[in-house]
Nanobody
Framework: QVQLVEGGGGFVPPGESLRLTCVAS????????MGWYRQAPGNERELVAA???????NYADFVKGRFTISRDNVKNTVYLQMNSLKPEDTAVYYC??????????????WGQGTQVTVSS
């Protein structure tokens, strides 16, 4: 199982931006989908965005137009550019993989997550 390390979170006021990174310990070029999840206290962990190996993307409605997911298969890194951040975006953000597609996310393996706090 590839190891995933998330980073780039922080404490920012509403309207500002953050860029999250997910660095994989091995190649991600053959992994069909890479995605970002988030979990706020008291909430279920929810899928935020996903990107396929050929660059197709999907976004949750609550981040469309604000967040952009991308992947670099040479650097084995997945990014989440988060703009126009809102307080409700506050959560721990996690990276995950869907090696064979069909939404078969590896719920049994997660990185440590990175905290995003949006507050005045």
């Amino acid at each position: 199982q590839v190891q995933l390390v998330e980073g780039g979170g922080g404490f920012v006021p509403p309207g500002e931006s953050l860029r999250l990174t997910c660095v994989a310990s091995g190649s991600i070029s053959s992994i069909y989908g890479m995605g970002w999840y988030r979990q706020a206290p008291g909430n279920e962990r929810e899928l935020v965005a996903a990107v396929t190996s050929d660059g197709r993307t999907n976004y949750a409605d609550f981040v469309k137009g604000r967040f952009t997911i991308s992947r670099d298969n040479v650097k084995n890194t997945v990014y989440l550019q988060m703009n126009s951040l809102k307080p409700e975006d506050t959560a721990v953000y996690y990276c995950n993989s869907d090696p064979v597609g069909y939404g078969r996310w590896r719920y049994d393996y997660w990185g440590q997550g990175t905290q995003v706090t949006v507050s005045s």
